[in-house]
């Protein structure tokens, strides 16, 4: 399947998963990701994973994390009062790849790009610390947690690869 591969997106720079998948509208296709969990009034806001592009970023970056030893990091204003947008870093073929819900992509501005408020203010990247995402202590955040992982596990190809991914030492 084309999504597992890198691929050139056109302006220099590789990326895979959800972003080959509907690159004219990834949003759009993440929400056609579901939760296999049935019962909905438990796992709101947890019904598809685009909750993981604009919401709980976090989550998905601590998950991340566990699964592959990525380091997290964020955007987040000038002032640091408000996180925008949680993620991980790893490499491909020398480069940063962002890697997050969407899949993994080498071009700072396709991983921005959802994101308009980058645009209208000032903001800076920063190492994020999963510690406080850890405690999952925000209501339904274990639900988020594990539909995260689900998402991992099902499109594992999509975040991982031999040369961009580096596996945690056990």
Do not use: W
Not at 55 to 73: M, P, Q, V
Not at 123 to 140: A, H
């Amino acid at each position: 399947m084309i999504a597992d591969m890198f691929v050139d997106n056109g302006r220099y720079h590789y990326h895979k998963g959800f972003y080959i998948k509907d690159e004219k509208n990834v949003q759009k296709y993440l929400k056609t990701v579901k939760n296999p969990r049935k019962d909905h009034a438990v796992i709101d806001p947890y019904f598809d994973a685009q909750i993981f592009l604009f919401g709980s970023c976090d989550l998905f970056a601590l998950a991340l994390n566990r699964e592959y030893g990525f380091k997290a990091y964020a955007f987040v204003s000038k002032n640091q009062t408000t996180i925008i947008h949680c993620f991980c870093v790893s490499t491909y073929l020398g480069m940063p790849a962002y890697v997050d819900v969407r899949g993994v992509t080498t071009d700072f501005e396709e991983l921005i790009s959802p994101f308009s408020e980058l645009r209208g203010f000032e903001f800076q990247l920063v190492p994020f610390d999963l510690t406080e995402t850890e405690k999952l202590e925000e209501e339904n955040a274990e639900i988020g947690f594990e539909f995260a992982q689900n998402i991992i596990k099902k499109y594992h190809s999509y975040y991982e690869q031999s040369n961009c991914v580096q596996r945690r030492a056990m």
